[in-house]
């Protein structure tokens, strides 16, 4: 172990789109752990869009950022935390962290599944995609579902997911043609369009002619109005995000077909993921075994080094990834 640790802090407020000028690599000490508490030795981190909102003021200027995380216990003065064990945490964005076992959740280990499965379809990510489709949308078999930024990584969780739960026409929209391709090729969507390419309301019009039953937003603005007008009567929305808007700084996108809510009987509800903690193991339970059997890929960009994260962070933000980005540690492969 290296006697060093590398932290990324946050060292100004971004107007608009971050660059690498809003962080800083700091160097110091490999703290030591106290007892009841354990060394852990970061292996790999996940960089997400909601990132991006809390640098606006909920990340502190000039201190290690928070994300989720695995890492190794490698030094521990905690019985519960035993030398060796694989553990998440949401200390990211730094290459080592002093934890207590109230701040950790063991990880378990599925033969034939990576590691990195937590960070992505089996982590906060998949969860995402699995509570909107159960617990916010109720979806049943059969019905029709649209999803906005597709290729990320809440997008191609919940392709793979709303696959296996037996929904109809699944249509995705995304930033490239060769998006596109990969979500119709490889994740299981019957239709992907370029938004790009076109007005949203119309592309969507075209990939599902006879309307949808669900939209699941993580881009609001134009996407979102467009869904609206698509979806059929007592159809849902389920907002997961807004990433549309993150780096904009004009005035945001105003609907203009709120009515439609009222007069087709829509529902629109959002959530936050750490409130459905309790649905991890049965999605464990939903999704190992088609892991396992090879029926569900992952849908993964691996950036290779913590001096990386900074750059993955940002290619995300610039939808560079297909797929859940995770930044992962030279020899992390356990």
Do not use: C
Not at 307 to 332: C, P, Y
């Amino acid at each position: 172990m290296t006697e060093t640790m590398l932290a990324v802090h946050q060292t100004a407020r971004p107007h608009g789109f971050p660059t690498p000028g809003h962080f800083a690599f700091v160097e110091s000490a490999v703290p030591e752990p106290g007892p009841g508490t354990a060394l852990v030795e970061n292996l790999y981190w996940s960089v997400d869009p909601y990132h991006r909102e809390m640098m606006d003021g909920d990340f502190a200027l000039n201190a290690p950022l928070e994300g989720r995380t695995l890492g190794r216990v490698v030094d521990s003065r905690e019985p519960a935390l035993r030398e060796g064990d694989i553990v998440f945490h949401r200390q990211g964005w730094r290459t080592h962290t002093v934890v207590t076992p109230a701040e950790v959740r063991a990880v378990p280990r599925f033969d034939g599944v990576p590691l990195s499965a937590h960070l992505s379809i089996l982590g906060g990510t998949g969860l995402t995609a699995y509570v909107g489709l159960t617990r916010i949308a109720e979806l049943r078999e059969g019905q029709d579902v649209f999803v906005s930024a597709a290729a990320g990584g809440v997008g191609t969780a919940t392709g793979r997911l709303a696959r296996l739960m037996g929904a109809g026409r699944l249509v995705g929209s995304v930033g490239t043609a060769a998006k596109a391709a990969y979500l119709t090729e490889h994740v299981g969507y019957d239709e992907a369009f370029d938004y790009r390419s076109g007005p949203a309301a119309e592309l969507l019009a075209k990939a599902a002619p006879d309307g949808i039953d669900l939209y699941m937003d993580n881009v609001g603005g134009e996407p979102l109005e467009a869904a609206i007008s698509s979806l059929r009567e007592y159809g849902r929305i389920v907002r997961i995000g807004t990433i549309a808007q993150y780096n904009s700084t004009g005035t945001p996108y105003a609907l203009r077909n709120l009515p439609d809510i009222v007069e087709k009987s829509l529902r629109m509800e959002g959530f936050l993921v750490s409130n459905y903690r309790d649905v991890q193991e049965e999605l464990y339970e939903f999704v190992v075994p088609h892991l396992k059997s090879g029926r569900v890929a992952l849908d993964e960009t691996v950036v290779d080094g913590f001096g990386s994260i900074v750059d993955g962070f940002l290619g995300m933000l610039r939808g560079e990834n297909q797929g859940k980005i995770i930044v992962r540690a030279d020899g992390a492969d356990v």
